[in-house]
């Protein structure tokens, strides 16, 4: 079983936004020594939370860090990009850092209506994703009228962040795939595993289909003390569906000091059940059976927390854990 990560560059309440992308590249060296396959980072725009809006020029710091580890975008959202200039960054990544870079490709709209405005995405527009992706997998082929550039060797490896339908699209153009999310929770997750891979067309993306499952994983040595690895990430998402600004992270005992509202108590206590957070024993079982479901040939960890002592200590344990 390979193991990556996925890092979103998450900001940190007293730490200067600027402060989460060095962060990102420590965590990326740090990968590379422990054994991880790839290092991806996310694409968010105008979310305080999150640092990170051009996975592009991240990936090119953390490159110029590492030697040996994948890079790739987890992922660059297409709607949100012309395919040219997609193929054109990624292509030079390539050229900068040979036979090392991925592109991880989502469909992910801006997180609210002003950023949406301000990404000059509208809602009436026709959807074009699956049009735009196979525009993009041209240029990365040469098949293209017009030829992205630099020339490389070898293009980037292309993937499909895909639930529901996107699994069907990536089938279709033989595209490998990361699953993450509530999908990972679907009782129905098995069969569309056996049908992307039943109808996956062999493609110059992929000559087979290839699953990765992308989750957060919280290890301690009790479960109480995972639990609370994960809450700064927890709250912060259940205070954005409550407030609609996904925020920083907090540490731990000013989350618990604050006044909870009983729709947020109820959304920690849903998102908590549902995590992949306890002892080594506990979580290598969760991940076993998530890999017997799904079939998968490599797991991404997405963990965020607080405290990036605790963090990279996770790093280190599921190193460990997964790779021996």
């Known amino acids: 079983m390979r193991l990556s ?24 060296v740090n990968a590379e020594r422990l054994g991880y ?14 640092a990170s809006g051009s996975p592009a020029v991240l990936l090119a710091a953390a490159g110029a860090h590492t030697s040996r580890i994948r890079l790739g975008s987890g992922g660059v959202m297409l709607p949100q990009h ?14 900068l850092y040979p036979d090392r870079i991925d592109l991880g490709l989502g469909r992910t709209l801006g997180f609210t209506e002003p950023v949406r405005r301000a990404l000059r995405q509208n809602t009436d527009d026709v959807d074009t994703y699956a049009e735009d992706l196979a525009e993009l997998l041209s240029y990365l082929d040469r098949s293209a009228a017009v030829t992205a550039r630099p020339l490389a060797r070898q293009s980037p490896q292309p993937f499909l962040l895909a639930t529901g339908q996107g699994l069907k699209t990536a089938a279709a153009l033989g595209m490998p795939v990361v699953v993450g999310g ?6 129905d997750i098995s069969e569309a595993m056996t049908a992307y891979r039943r109808d996956f067309i062999p493609s110059s993306a992929a000559a087979e289909p290839a699953v990765i499952i992308s989750t957060d ?11 609370g690895l994960a809450l700064p990430e927890i709250y912060a998402m ?3 569906r409550e407030t609609g600004a996904f925020g920083p992270l907090e540490p731990v005992e000013e989350i618990r000091s604050q006044k909870w509202s009983a729709q947020t108590q109820r959304r920690v206590e849903k998102s908590m059940g549902r995590a992949v957070a306890g002892t080594r024993a506990a979580v290598g079982s969760r991940l076993e059976q998530l890999v ?3 079939g998968a040939d490599e797991l991404m960890v997405s963990t965020s927390t607080y405290d990036r ?3 990279a200590g996770i790093d280190a344990e599921m190193a460990q854990l997964v790779t021996g």
């Open 5 to 28: 990560l996925l890092d979103r560059s998450r900001t940190r309440t007293g730490h200067p936004e600027a402060a989460a992308l060095s962060h990102s590249v420590e965590r990326a």
């Open 37 to 50: 396959a790839r290092f991806w980072a996310a694409e968010h725009h105008a979310v305080p939370g999150i």
């Open 82 to 95: 012309q395919p040219l200039v997609v193929a054109e960054q990624f292509l030079m990544l390539q050229a």
């Open 182 to 187: 509530p999908i990972l929770q679907d009782p």
């Open 217 to 227: 994983v919280y290890l301690a040595d009790t479960e109480a003390e995972a639990r």
């Open 238 to 240: 259940a205070r954005a």
């Open 292 to 294: 017997e479901t799904t």
């Open 309 to 311: 002592q605790a963090l």
